[in-house]
């Protein structure tokens, strides 16, 4: 009995040591890391087309996307940018240049946090302008 009482305690430190690390845990700095995937905003929407796990393999990496935006929308914190109506970036407005339209082309840097089956949108978060 007091074995499984030491061993039970022994993980719950050992899950509560591992919280706390997760959790204090410094942000990603996007701009300096090198990117683990690199696509036209095109190449990254056909790729979703043709294979809808295709999502597995990119997941929490960091992927540089070239595109034209199709939509902007700015509010107090973030921006949200779609590149060629398929692609969200969410853009942190310290690092939003104010001379982007739409239309423009742009290459951004971005976590990628997932798919959206439902509008078919690739989703990156923490995303910088690169140019």
């Known amino acids: 009995m007091k074995r499984a009482i030491t061993l039970i305690s022994v993980v719950i430190i050992a899950v509560i040591c591992y919280a706390t690390y997760q959790y204090n845990k410094p942000q990603q700095d996007v701009l300096s890391s090198n990117s683990d995937y690199s696509f036209s905003a095109i190449q990254l929407i056909e790729k979703f087309n043709q294979d809808a796990n295709a999502s ?61 089956d439902m509008f078919n949108e690739i989703a990156l978060v923490k995303c910088v302008i690169i140019e």
């Open 56 to 116: 597995t393999p990119l997941f929490d990496k960091i992927i540089t996307v070239s595109g034209k935006i199709s939509l902007i929308e700015e509010s107090t914190n973030t921006s949200i940018l779609i590149l060629n109506d398929g692609i969200k970036c969410e853009i942190d407005n310290s690092n939003l240049k104010q001379n982007l339209t739409e239309g423009m082309s742009v290459k951004i840097k971005g976590v990628f946090s997932g798919y959206d």
